[in-house]
């Protein structure tokens, strides 16, 4: 099934304004004073959720583009990483701003070692959203599909980092994880690729 550039207009500004909406949504919730008591903390989780949410959307999208119907989302994926990206920057950005007390931040730091796997899987997410565009891909040549195969051990790494902080309810833990692991069955073979061919 080919798209008309028409249909592939449409699906494309689709995908960039639901990618965007929720900014505005979570502007508009603090603004209106509806991010309950602790709004600061209301605000870095949202975004942080935000952001995992669609990178295990980037995810989906290559098992999802075996099914006919939908082939053709993988022409959509790298605007979705890239968004995947502006959400973790503005949960850090968030987090720096109105979370941190900066006075106490390396004890604060031993307290919260799940802040390591966020700041791991950051910067993998950073290597993989300034190797995006095409001339980096044309640079770095098989090197490119390698790193990018990076995307799952950052998915991994915000996995442990959401699950780390959980003190009572892994509901939402536990359903990034399982996502997570069917995901990473639909691409056991090509991940493990690299380790079973070089002997
Ligand atoms: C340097 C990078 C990062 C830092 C410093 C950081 C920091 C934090 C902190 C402090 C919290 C807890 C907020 C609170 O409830 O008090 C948090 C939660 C969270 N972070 Fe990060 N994070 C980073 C990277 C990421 C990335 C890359 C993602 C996703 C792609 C992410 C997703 C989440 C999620 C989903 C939560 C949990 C929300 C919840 O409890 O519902 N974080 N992060």
Known sequence: MNLSVVQHR???VTIFIGCLLPLPYILYQGFSDN??????KALVEFLGETSIALLLATLAITPLGKIRVIPKLVRYRRMVGLYVFFYAVLHLASYAFLLVDWDNFVEDLYQR???MFGAAAFLILFAL????PKFMLRKLG????????CVYPAAILVVVHVWWQVRSDYAEAVAYATVLFVLLLFRWRVLLKPFLSSK
């Open 10 to 12: 449409i699906l494309w």
């Open 142 to 149: 098989k090197r490119w599909k390698l790193l990018h195969r």
């Open 35 to 40: 991010l309950g008591a602790e709004p600061a």
């Open 113 to 115: 070692i799940y802040v």
């Open 129 to 132: 959203t300034i190797t995006s």
